[in-house]
């Protein structure tokens, strides 16, 4: 069986759902994690993890040091490091078949499920989006050539060196590996929850997924996913009831929590009521309009020639 190892820096504070993010893990036991963090370590971690301890700006020392420019190095900079992991962690990567990137707004189904031993052995990339390099999920097969594969996107030390995210992990790769089409790559379909149209932004409710024994699950339509990822969940996931040390067998995923039991009929669809007028699908609609109504502005203005 191909190893692979997903390499998290990640430095601040845990999210509230972490431990069931370890749960999830520990139910991949076949796929490897190792984390860079100033968190608090775990006291007992899944087994297929490693956690290292280490400070924002140690951190950024080794990649200055590594790369020969000073990068402005924030926790969400980060994301911007992770198509140079293959050289940045060769140590660490040694006996691995494959590195990979992901996130933590997640909660992991059945990983190999989906990347099978047939695609670990044809594929030199494997993303979860659809003709995309995805940020929570792209395994790169372990060789010198993948690991240095992006050298070809122009200027890379340059934009390591702006202190805005350029979103090289997906953009920038993305484009290169388009450009150059040398690369055995698989984003044939998407691997995680998804809106239809490649997204995994969610509307506002309680109890839409399930984790049960590794599987994660729509409860609404039966789907299983490799992953669910709740992008715009995070900012209103408030709590967790999921604790690592408990060994649950399964919980349920709301737009605000982790948790056990179901939401009552009532209080389903209180929130369908609330999502009526204050869900996320209108507030985004809402959103749009007023970028749009500022564009339009800004064209009669600079029509009239009055800025």
């Not at 494997?126 to 200027?155: C, L, M, Q």
């Not at 149209?197 to 984790?211: I, L, N, P, S």
């Not at 969940?233 to 919980?251: A, G, L, N, V």
């Amino acid at each position: 069986m191909k190893s692979i190892l997903l390499i998290i820096p990640y430095f601040g504070k845990w999210p509230v759902w972490f431990e069931a993010y370890l749960v999830s893990i520990q139910k991949n036991p076949s796929v490897n994690w190792l984390f860079i963090t100033d968190c608090e370590l775990p006291v007992h971690p899944p087994s297929n993890t490693e956690f290292v301890s280490s400070s924002l700006s140690e951190f950024n020392d080794r990649v200055n040091a590594h790369f020969g420019v000073n990068v402005p190095l924030s926790p969400r900079k980060i994301c911007d490091l992770r198509v140079a992991f293959g050289e940045l962690f060769s140590t660490e990567l040694q006996n691995y078949d494959f590195w990979g990137f992901c996130d933590l707004d997640i909660i992991w189904g059945d990983i190999r499920a989906c990347i099978t031993p047939e695609k670990l052995k044809n594929y030199d990339l494997i993303s979860s989006r659809k003709h995309n390099t995805s940020g929570h999920f792209t395994i790169v097969k372990n060789t010198p050539t993948n690991a240095a594969y992006y050298h070809h996107i122009a200027n890379y030390k340059e934009l390591l060196q702006q202190e805005e995210l350029q979103r090289i992990d997906e953009d920038g790769l993305t484009a290169v590996i388009q450009e150059k089409n040398n690369l055995k790559v698989d984003w044939s379909k998407t691997l995680l929850n998804h809106d239809g149209k490649g997204r995994a932004h969610q509307e506002y409710v309680y109890d839409r997924w399930k984790w049960e024994q590794g599987k994660v699950m729509n409860t609404q339509t039966g789907q299983e996913v490799m992953y669910l990822h709740f992008i715009n969940w995070k900012r209103t996931m408030q709590y967790s009831e999921i604790r690592y040390d408990d060994q649950p067998k399964h919980f349920y995923i709301s737009f605000n929590g982790m948790h056990y039991q179901l939401h009552s009929i009532i209080q389903r669809r209180k929130r369908d009521f609330i999502n009526i007028f204050k869900g996320y699908n209108i507030q985004e609609k809402q959103r749009i309009g007023r970028l749009k109504l500022k564009s339009f502005l800004k064209k009669v203005k600079r029509k009239l020639k009055l800025n």
